[in-house]
């Protein structure tokens, strides 16, 4: 009987590896949820793996190579923000359409995404270029960490189209329920990276490397690598998404369509992660460049738990769009509820881990005592509100399923905006609570977006929105 689970339970995990298409308005919820789930989360494990690798090489350079780092990941969230807004819409709008069974009506769509994509990630790589010198500095950098890392910004944002697509076509796949081939893109751009990095760093042999810009080109070179393999495949017409001569045009009417969505789902991360902007900088002109490092090795490591709870969030929020597309509201309310109660689940054990073994994680990362206890201190208070972030992340992303970006966006708002930033600011101007104070004020803000989510969810109206 044992021998009987083991195996069942070894075929499950196989089958949503290899990618088997499936009607997810039918069956089992449970194994709806774990066969799209495997391998989201696994995706975005492997993409939080691109912050951890590169800090654990760069680290070796100095903390003034760490603070370049975590300035220009802060910075280009951004462009995180218009990749994930993007993809959310053409996972909503792909999911609806296969859910009602109108496979070329997702694969236009899936075009004219990357038509908006191409266009926008060209826009940002020009700004990035040119201005690094002044966004580093308005991020609160020295001259000195300027001087040393202006190329590592340059090269990161004028190469954002790898970061914009990888995204993008992930979201095409999960909209189409293929999850799999999303997972798989990001083990090649990530095998690539690891490869890649202490190669282009350090060198080998009688060459000394790039320094901190081989980092940028390691994490490039292997990011473009797996948006080629999702290209082959996203033309390759091998899965439910086709994409025939005649969509190789612009499609004005679902142009405008998907912007309608992305906007506000573009806005609703960048409102997050500008958010983040700021508190950097305040954790910078707190503290110094050590607090800098510090915050920026525990903010790393956060990334790296949350990323894989936001793949069970991505999970459920392909099941609201194909259940509602297949007319079965209470199926796709089912799915987002068990979702909640498996990530709230994950997210306290990983709350667990950080709370009492955050010394040895951040000592993986670095030996400076003082960057050392910061980061100690910022993983423990951060990580205290693990359990609201779980539930939190899948009732947003399950509205965004639904095709209601615009209610996440003022959820996000008010928590990033008029309760993170103003606690932040209060506390470094008016106590003197110090840096543990302004890290509270993370947990604070993400619980408040949790409650108010949860509140908006149950109401149902999201049921009623049409894509």
């Known amino acids: 009987m044992q021998t009987d689970k083991i195996s069942s339970t070894k075929d499950l995990i196989l089958s949503s590896l290899r990618g088997e298409e499936r009607d997810y308005t039918q069956g089992s919820i449970r194994l709806a949820i774990i066969l799209l789930a495997i391998p989201m989360i696994l995706e975005l494990s492997l993409e939080s793996v691109f912050a951890l690798v590169d800090m654990y090489?760069?680290?070796?350079?100095?903390?003034?190579?760490?603070?370049?780092?975590?300035?220009?990941?802060?910075?280009?969230?951004?462009?995180?923000?218009?990749?994930?807004?993007?993809?959310?819409?053409?996972?909503?709008?792909?999911?609806?359409?296969?859910?009602?069974?109108?496979?070329?009506?997702?694969?236009?769509?899936?075009?004219?995404?990357?038509?908006?994509?191409?266009?926008?990630?060209?826009?940002?790589?020009?700004?990035?270029?040119?201005?690094?010198?002044?966004?580093?500095?308005?991020?609160?950098?020295?001259?000195?960490?300027?001087?040393?890392?202006?190329?590592?910004?340059?090269?990161?944002?004028?190469?954002?189209?790898?970061?914009?697509?990888?995204?993008?076509?992930?979201?095409?796949?999960?909209?189409?329920?293929?999850?799999?081939?999303?997972?798989?893109?990001?083990?090649?751009?990530?095998?690539?990276?690891?490869?890649?990095?202490?190669?282009?760093?350090?060198?080998?042999?009688?060459?000394?490397?790039?320094?901190?810009?081989?980092?940028?080109?390691?994490?490039?070179?292997?990011?473009?690598?797996?948006?080629?393999?999702?290209?082959?495949?996203?033309?390759?017409?091998?899965?439910?998404?086709?994409?025939?001569?005649?969509?190789?045009?612009?499609?004005?009417?679902?142009?405008k369509s998907m912007i309608h969505l992305a906007w506000p789902a573009t806005f609703q991360f960048i409102i997050a992660s500008g958010s983040w902007i700021v508190l950097t900088r305040i954790v910078a002109e707190t503290g110094g460049t050590e607090a800098s490092a510090g915050y920026q090795i525990a903010i790393r490591n956060v990334v790296f738990f949350i990323l894989p709870a936001w793949g069970l969030s991505n999970a459920a929020a392909t099941l609201v769009g194909q259940n509602l597309g297949a007319n079965q509201p209470k199926r796709a309310e089912e799915s987002v509820l068990l979702a909640t109660k498996y990530n709230a689940i994950f997210m306290a054990l990983v709350s667990v881990v950080f709370i009492f073994f955050s010394s040895p994680i951040i000592s993986f990362f670095t030996d400076v005592a003082e960057v050392h206890q910061i980061g100690v201190r910022a993983l423990q208070i951060i990580g205290s509100g693990f359990v609201f972030y779980g539930i939190g992340m899948v009732m947003v992303q399950s509205l965004n399923g639904a095709g209601d970006t615009r209610t996440p966006t003022w959820i996000n708002f008010i928590g990033f905006w008029l309760i993170q930033i103003p606690l932040a600011y209060f506390f470094k101007h008016f106590t003197d609570f110090g840096l543990d104070a302004i890290f509270a004020a993370i947990p604070i803000a993400e619980t408040g977006i949790a409650i108010v989510a949860y509140y908006i969810f149950r109401k149902g109206s999201w049921k009623k929105v049409k894509v």
């Open 57 to 255: 090489f760069v680290g070796k350079l100095g903390q003034n190579a760490i603070a370049v780092v975590g300035y220009t990941e802060s910075m280009i969230t951004l462009v995180y923000s218009v990749a994930i807004g993007l993809s959310t819409a053409a996972t909503a709008v792909i999911a609806r359409r296969v859910g009602e069974k109108e496979l070329k009506g997702a694969s236009k769509a899936a075009i004219q995404a990357l038509f908006i994509a191409a266009v926008l990630s060209a826009a940002v790589s020009i700004i990035g270029f040119v201005y690094a010198d002044e966004m580093l500095k308005f991020m609160g950098a020295t001259d000195e960490v300027i001087k040393e890392g202006a190329n590592f910004t340059r090269i990161m944002f004028g190469f954002n189209i790898v970061i914009m697509l990888l995204f993008l076509i992930n979201g095409i796949f999960r909209g189409a329920g293929n999850a799999a081939l999303a997972m798989k893109s990001l083990w090649i751009a990530s095998i690539c990276n690891i490869i890649l990095d202490p190669l282009l760093i350090y060198g080998f042999g009688s060459w000394q490397g790039w320094g901190l810009e081989g980092a940028a080109i390691a994490t490039c070179i292997g990011r473009g690598t797996g948006v080629v393999y999702q290209i082959y495949h996203l033309f390759s017409g091998s899965g439910l998404i086709k994409i025939r001569k005649a969509d190789i045009l612009p499609d004005y009417t679902i142009i």
